[in-house]
């Protein structure tokens, strides 16, 4: 079974701070994702990444960041916590088609880490 | 660009009742279609997917078919089941994946 695991379930924070949010999956994919889920907004985009130190901007990357040191780990960071960024992450991974591009392969998804700053 | 709607929630529904769920999408291309559902406390997992139009997939009672011609992708369950309450999304994936809102549903005893 593929598994996605994320470091914390819940997480309180105050504001300023700096959060790390850890992302592991052991099912050796190329790709890896951080989405955030608002009610009513769905999931939306942070960051991804299709290789080992690559990393592209999703829909919203402002205020976040994103580290992949090892191909099984994606870490996803608030440099400086805010209110607004009280949500649901997701974290997420697939593999990666043969012509080097996302495809059409499912991504399968950690459990989420639901973040309350303070 | 690209973009998924699907019908607002909240659906309560009691057991055995049929199920719809409305989807449609905007694309450029010819995406690949998914529903996610997400059981309380978990992540999304994988429901069903289609790949190409009229293709229909189906898992644990729940179907799609992939219709081109009205961009739809509505999710149906003939009988419905307490274990079924969850947030159902819906998404595409072409050039990146985009999701629906979620839709919540509840079904009673």
């Known amino acids: 079974d593929v598994k996605v695991t994320q470091s914390s379930r819940y997480l309180v924070k105050r504001t300023g701070e700096k959060v790390f949010l850890e992302c592991v999956q052991d099912?050796?994919?190329?790709?890896m994702f951080w989405y955030r889920q608002d009610p009513g907004l769905g999931l939306r985009l942070i960051y991804f990444?299709?290789?080992?130190?690559?990393?592209e901007k999703g829909d919203i990357p402002e205020g976040y960041s994103v580290s992949r040191e090892k191909k099984e780990r994606f870490s996803l960071i608030l440099e400086s916590a805010s209110t607004n960024q009280t949500s649901m992450y997701l974290c997420a991974s697939s593999p990666m088609m043969l012509a080097g591009v996302l495809g059409y392969n499912e991504q399968f998804f950690g459990p989420g880490t639901r973040l309350t700053v303070l | 660009g690209d973009s998924v709607t699907q019908m607002e929630g909240p659906v309560t529904l009691s057991e055995e009742a049929f199920l719809t769920i409305n989807c449609t999408y905007t694309?450029?291309?010819?995406?690949?279609l998914f529903w996610y559902v997400q059981y309380p406390g978990e992540g999304l997992q994988l429901l069903l997917k289609a790949t190409k139009a009229d293709d229909k997939g189906s898992n644990k009672g729940f179907e799609a078919t992939y219709r081109k011609e009205t961009t739809s992708f509505h999710l149906e369950k003939g009988s419905v089941q307490v274990s079924d309450s969850a947030v159902y999304f819906c998404a595409l994936i072409l050039d990146d994946m985009r999701f629906g809102a979620g839709t919540r549903l509840t079904v009673k005893p």
């Open positions: 099912m050796d994919h190329e790709n």
């Open positions: 694309a450029t291309g010819y995406p690949s």
């Open positions: 990444s299709y290789d080992v130190k690559m990393k």
